[in-house]
């Protein structure tokens, strides 16, 4: 196929499913990761600018629950305890009274005796240490409106804010691989769907590439898939009758190309035929390619555009072809007429002529110079008269039968099928026997079927047999026999035969013996227009019967006739 090497694979073929569900999880993906950034920055800084307040926001919030009295002091001091934060409960003698031990953190608080104080005094202590990383917060215990303690706190900013950060990063994760997650499976329903109507309006292209256009696509929605459905739809009705009006043309030029007794054919300049009528197949046989020696002519026509040859041999047929060049096809339309009887004819009818003129100068010639001769006195002369005359005479005849046989084939010629009679054909070969007579040395034998009756006329049925006997004496050498023979064959024919032992018919000339003026190679020299079995031939037809011949050279001929049979009649006709 062309460009089969451009060098161009075809890579795996990958779903509508499997890219559609990929982009939407890398859209996910994509966007997740942008909203984690954005939210763990945002997130950050608001925790570092809010550090202080957390601070001192968790330690009085302690100290109000432990003033209130949710749950002993010691368990509420002790659940307050977390990562970057220590709490510490006084009493209002500054006692500690909460968590117990300590821990070390407290004695790392240089002005934690200020901030008890202060909260014991009613006042909130806020300071910072090491450069504002640790906040160290007190605020007072009330129980009734009365101060009862204090609550110290120490929060640091860096542990505090890497906590909530690192738990923030946890959870935005997590919403990331959920945001991928439903991105893909989202991918996967809306290209389910897709694929479903895609694939749909694929199998129904796949049946219009096929020729099917009987098949109605399924539309729906709204969108550009079913705008694409109803485009598909509306084409393929279009195609529908653009193919049937098609189709019909194509029948009916079919039709007109095989009832052409003309050869047609299309040839591409490979000279493979493309098309072919009826008789177009019975010309070229099994073969795929124009005639060898039609190609020039082809491939002239495919030059200039047009070509033709009036009487081109191919095989032991003579055609007359014209070829004309298809430009748009790539090929060359070739129409082949057979002229191979019309010119037989032609040759035959020539032939005819150049033997009757011959034929007819000499009985003229003799006539002429015969009235000549007797003009200048033989006419005195009984002897020399009864020559010439008895020359007159023959010249006369000779005449006279080859105008009788132009004027009997003119008759039958004019001549249609005629109504059948009821012929007794026992009857009918017994007076051809009686009207010819059989050379010396020849036998003349009747092998009749008894009551036998055959449909047709008893004149022209007579008129046959006795030419085809006589031409049966002529090729028939003493010592010899003639035999006519008639039986029935089948249910419906009847057969009648005349056969003899001479020379035989050739195996070249046996299809060629009932063409009018033809002449037999062996008989060319004797006296004799080629008329005879053409004459005998129109006159079967007439009659509705078929006439052949079957011959082995060197040992006799078998001339046959077929007639419909009939039942015989009270009364047949002789």
Not at 201 to 210: F, K, M, V, Y
Not at 244 to 261: C, E, N, Q, S, Y
Not at 519 to 539: K, Y
Request: aromatic share 4%; glycine share 8%; charged share 25%.
């Amino acid at each position: 196929m062309i460009g089969s090497g451009s060098g161009e694979r075809a890579g795996p073929r990958v779903g509508m499913r499997l890219w559609l569900a990929a982009s939407f999880a890398a859209v996910g993906l994509i966007t997740a990761a942008v909203v984690y950034l954005i939210v763990i920055n945002s997130s950050e800084t608001a925790l570092s600018d809010r550090a202080e307040e957390l601070a001192v926001g968790r330690t009085i919030s302690l100290a109000d629950r432990v003033g209130a009295r949710k749950g002993d002091p010691q368990d509420v001091i002790a659940g307050a305890q977390d990562t970057g934060f220590r709490a510490w409960y006084f009493d209002s003698a500054g006692r500690l009274l909460a968590p117990l031990p300590p821990g070390t953190a407290l004695n790392e608080i240089s002005e934690r005796s200020a901030a008890i104080n202060a909260a014991l005094e009613g006042r909130r202590f806020i300071s910072k240490r090491a450069g504002g990383e640790v906040f160290v917060v007190s605020a007072p215990v009330y129980q009734q409106a009365v101060i009862t303690g204090a609550v110290l706190g120490s929060y640091s900013r860096t542990q505090v804010l890497q906590g909530a950060i690192d738990q923030l990063r946890n959870d935005s994760l997590r919403a990331l691989l959920i945001a991928v997650l439903i991105g893909m499976l989202a991918g996967i329903i809306v290209a389910s769907v897709v694929a479903h109507r895609i694939k749909r309006l694929a199998s129904g292209a796949r049946e219009l590439a096929a020729g099917d256009f009987d098949v109605q696509l399924q539309v729906s929605g709204r969108d550009e898939v079913g705008d694409l459905a109803r485009a598909l739809e509306t084409m393929r009705v279009s195609l529908k009758e653009s193919f049937g009006v098609l189709t019909a043309d194509r029948d009916k030029l079919t039709a007109i190309f095989d009832g052409l007794g003309d050869s047609v054919m299309v040839v591409d300049t490979e000279d493979r035929v493309r098309f072919t009528n009826t008789a177009a197949k019975e010309l070229l046989g099994d073969s795929e390619t124009a005639p060898e020696a039609a190609l020039p002519v082809l491939h002239r026509a495919a030059e200039i555009g047009f070509a033709a040859h009036p009487a081109l041999r191919i095989g032991d047929r003579a055609f007359a072809i014209q070829a004309r060049d298809l430009p748009a096809e790539g090929a060359v339309l070739a129409v082949a007429r057979d002229r191979t009887d019309e010119m037989r004819r032609e040759f035959a009818e020539r032939d005819f002529v150049s033997n009757a003129a011959h034929e007819l100068r000499n009985p003229l010639a003799g006539i002429s110079s015969a009235v000549e001769v007797l003009r200048d006195g033989a006419k005195d002369d009984p002897e020399a008269r009864d020559h010439f005359l008895t020359r007159l005479a023959e010249d006369s005849e000779r005449m006279a039968r080859l105008i009788q046989g132009l004027l009997t084939l003119a008759r039958v010629e004019t001549l249609g099928v005629a109504e059948a009679e009821v012929v007794d054909v026992a009857v009918a070969t017994r007076d051809v026997a009686n009207a010819v007579t059989a050379p010396k040395g020849i036998d003349l034998i009747l092998d009749v079927e008894a009551d036998l009756a055959a449909a047709g006329d008893p004149t022209l049925l007579r008129q046959v047999l006795i030419g085809l006997v006589e031409n049966a004496f002529k090729n028939t050498l003493a010592p010899g026999s003639v035999a006519i023979r008639a039986h029935r064959d089948g249910e419906n024919e009847v057969v009648l035969e005349v056969m003899d032992t001479g020379t035989g018919i050739p195996a070249a000339e046996i299809e060629r013996i009932f063409e009018r003026f033809y002449r037999r190679t062996e008989t060319r020299t004797q006296e004799g227009f080629g008329l005879g079995l053409a004459i005998a031939r129109r006159m079967v037809s007439v009659m509705g019967g078929q006439i052949g011949a079957n011959s082995v050279e060197g040992q006799g001929s078998t001339f046959w006739v077929r007639l419909p049979y009939k039942h015989p009649s009270p009364t047949p006709v002789a």
